[in-house]
C-alpha cells in the first residue's frame, strides 16, 4: 500500500475526511489509572445501591407511620376506635321476626334487626338431614355469665374445639 503524499498548498481532490477507531496499546500507567477509575465507579455503585435500600426502607416506614396517623385522625374525627368484637343474635327477641344482636364481652345489646326469611323459617340451626349445624348444640346458644362463660362460642373456639377432638 503506497502512503498517500499531500502537497502542502495545493488542497487534494477527491477527498472526503472521517474518523475511523483503531486499537492502540496502553501502557503500564494507563492501564492502572483505567483500572483505579474503575474501582472508583463501583465503590459510587455501592453506595447509591446502599442509599437506595437505605431510601427503601425508609419509604416502607415513612408508608406504615402515615397509616398510623391516618387511624389515629380516624379516631380523632369519630372520637372513637372501631375494632372487632365477638357478638351473638338471640333471635325472636324483642319479639317474632327480629333478632338481636349482643356483644358478648359486655352483654350489651347493640342492634334490633328483622330476621332474615331463612331465620324465621327456623332451619337455620339444622342442616338439609335434619341434624344440628356445628355450633348450634344447645350449650352453645346459653347466654353468657358474667365471666364469658357459657353462651356462642367464637369462630376461633369453635376451631380450637375441632383441632382437639379427631375424627370432627
Known amino acids: 500500500m503506497e502512503e498517500f503524499k499531500e502537497d502542502q498548498n495545493e488542497e487534494p481532490k477527491n477527498v472526503k475526511t472521517f474518523k475511523r477507531a ?3 496499546p496502553l501502557d503500564d500507567a494507563q492501564l492502572a489509572d483505567t483500572a483505579h477509575q474503575m474501582s472508583e465507579k463501583l465503590k459510587r455503585i455501592d453506595a447509591l445501591e446502599e442509599a437506595y435500600n437505605r431510601a427503601k426502607e425508609a419509604k416502607k416506614a415513612t408508608s406504615g407511620l402515615l ?3 391516618m387511624e389515629l385522625g380516624r379516631f380523632i374525627e369519630k372520637g372513637c376506635e372501631s375494632t372487632m368484637v365477638d357478638c351473638y343474635y338471640l333471635y325472636d ?3 317474632e321476626g327480629k333478632k338481636t344482636i ?3 364481652d359486655t352483654k350489651e ?9 331463612a331465620e324465621k323459617q327456623g332451619d337455620f340451626f339444622v342442616d338439609p338431614g335434619g341434624n344440628p ?3 348450634s348444640e344447645q350449650g352453645d346458644l346459653t347466654l353468657p355469665d358474667k365471666e364469658g362463660e357459657g353462651g356462642p ?3 376461633d373456639e369453635n376451631d380450637d374445639e375441632n383441632k382437639e377432638k379427631p375424627g370432627k
Do not use: H, N, Q, Y
Not at 109 to 117: A, G, K, P, Q, R
Open 93 to 95: 327477641v324483642p319479639e
Open 67 to 69: 397509616e398510623e396517623v
Open 22 to 24: 483503531f486499537d492502540i
Open 153 to 155: 362460642k367464637s369462630d
Open 109 to 117: 345489646e347493640v342492634e334490633i334487626l328483622d330476621m332474615t326469611d
Open 102 to 104: 349482643i356483644r358478648a
Open 133 to 135: 349445624k356445628e355450633g
